[in-house]
């Protein structure tokens, strides 16, 4: 029987990561390939916002435009592709329907599309992981494009899931709460908003990038090996807070 912590190990394995040029899925990207991960970052972004602490290779690319190449070229020297993560998104507040379409075509439609593709390049076994949200499970308000993204990519995790399952592939979704980057920087700088943000957590904080990489490289390493479907919360206890006093 191998150790247990070097079924932690991502040695030999390739991934693909998509909305890697900052945020989660650069830290994603960065924290797969700090634990041996072959990895191959894509957004649309013409280069990443700040530098990768270990290798990984960048490549522009807009995930509606698919990335069925890009998951070839990944697997090329190994013969396969091991990890997909979907961390590829966009919030555009606000309730009109041309907003609506577009969150649900980058967020929801390209993800499924993603899978698609790496479920041809991963052959028998394999580990992909959709980034959703809180939101996938609580309404909150102002943006419900954003919500029924998320909620669509938490049910198409669990039915992929059962697809991919014959195959030995694994699908599971890891579930930020508020977590500081680029895209809620806004409500981390509002005195009111920060607080009331940090006080529905039971940790009392915010989330930072870092606390998400333990959570991906677990899932997708073989240390999961028979995890698959699941949501993993990490949110600081926010979906476990009802009444905050």
Not at 63 to 82: E, Q
Not at 83 to 96: E, K, Q
């Amino acid at each position: 029987m191998t150790s247990a912590l070097s079924r932690f190990s991502l040695a030999g394995k390739t991934a693909v990561v998509t909305g890697a040029s900052r945020g989660i899925g650069a830290a994603l990207a960065d924290a797969l390939a700090g634990a041996g991960a072959t990895v191959t970052g894509l957004a649309r972004a013409a280069a990443p916002v700040g530098p990768f602490v270990n290798p990984v290779r960048y490549v522009m690319r807009d995930v509606t435009a698919g990335i069925d190449d890009i998951c070839a070229a990944a697997g090329a020297a190994t013969g396969r592709l091991d990890i997909l993560v979907n961390a590829a998104g966009i919030t555009a507040p606000g309730g009109d329907v041309a907003t609506f379409a577009d969150t649900i075509s980058t967020n929801l439609t390209a993800a499924y599309a993603c899978c698609n593709a790496a479920r041809r390049h991963m052959g028998q076994g394999g580990s992909i992981i959709n980034v959703t949200s809180i939101a996938s499970v609580l309404g909150l308000p102002g943006n419900p494009a954003y919500g029924a993204a998320k909620g669509g990519l938490r049910m198409l995790t669990k039915s992929l899931a059962a697809d991919y399952g014959q195959h030995g592939i694994r699908v599971n979704a890891l579930a930020p709460g508020y977590i500081h980057t680029a895209m809620t920087d806004a409500s981390y700088r509002d005195a009111a908003r920060h607080e009331r943000r940090r006080a529905h957590t039971c940790l009392g904080r915010w989330g930072t990038v870092e606390d998400l990489a333990g959570a991906a490289i677990f899932l997708a390493s073989d240390a999961a090996a028979y995890v698959t479907g699941i949501d993993l919360f990490v949110d600081g206890g926010w979906t476990a807070q009802g009444l905050v006093e």
